[in-house]
């Protein structure tokens, strides 16, 4: 229970400094501030259409090991697919998120762990994540969708990479992330 204590409190720390997609860049990078940037993509579609694909990586919570543990297990990603309506005042509505499919570097599909099947760590985690995101960054966080798969062969410091399909788009990152110590 402790674990699960300080995992939570880890991931609320780290949602409240991860920021919402509109600040400008640290002006000191530290090794955590260098995951955080390079885990969030930003995709402006244009004319009021927003996709964001959020990568939780350890390395953004050093003060926090069980929370690296546990994000090292399991390959968390946050998807947004808004639209604003500017013309009801900036309303927004959310696409669903059933098609997100996540591949290592060499194109091998990772097993989408469904929500029945998540370790009470990661629901807990989750929930929390949501909270406090749906409280920080408003209809945006309340938007966003939470899909765990079994990390196989992906780490965010390990030589590799990751995609994401989503959106009709393919969202890539390379390995290690920027940030991960050098070793």
């Known amino acids: ?45 244009g004319k ?7 990568w939780l990586v350890p390395t953004t919570m050093p003060e926090y090991p069980d929370a690296q543990k546990v994000l090292d297990r399991y390959l968390v990603i946050g998807v947004v697919h808004a639209k604003i309506d500017m013309a009801a005042g900036g309303v927004m509505s959310f696409d669903p998120a059933v098609d997100v499919v996540a591949k290592d570097a060499d194109g091998n599909e990772l097993t989408r762990i469904d929500d029945s099947s998540q370790p009470p760590v990661v629901s807990a985690m989750l929930a929390g994540m949501q909270g406090v995101l749906s409280q920080a960054i408003g209809q945006m966080g309340q938007g966003i969708h939470w899909i765990v798969f079994d990390t196989n062969s992906v780490h965010a410091c390990q030589k590799g990479g990751l995609s994401v399909q989503y959106a009709g788009e393919t969202y890539t990152y390379q390995t290690p992330i920027p940030g991960c110590p050098a070793g």
Request: no cysteine; glycine share 6%.
């Open 48 to 54: 009021g259409e927003v996709v964001m694909v959020w």
């Open 1 to 45: 229970m402790k674990s699960a204590i300080s995992l939570l409190a880890g991931l609320v720390v780290a949602a409240s400094l991860a920021g919402a997609p509109a600040l400008a860049r640290s002006w000191k990078s530290t090794p955590q501030d260098l995951a955080q940037d390079y885990s969030q993509i930003l995709d402006n579609r």
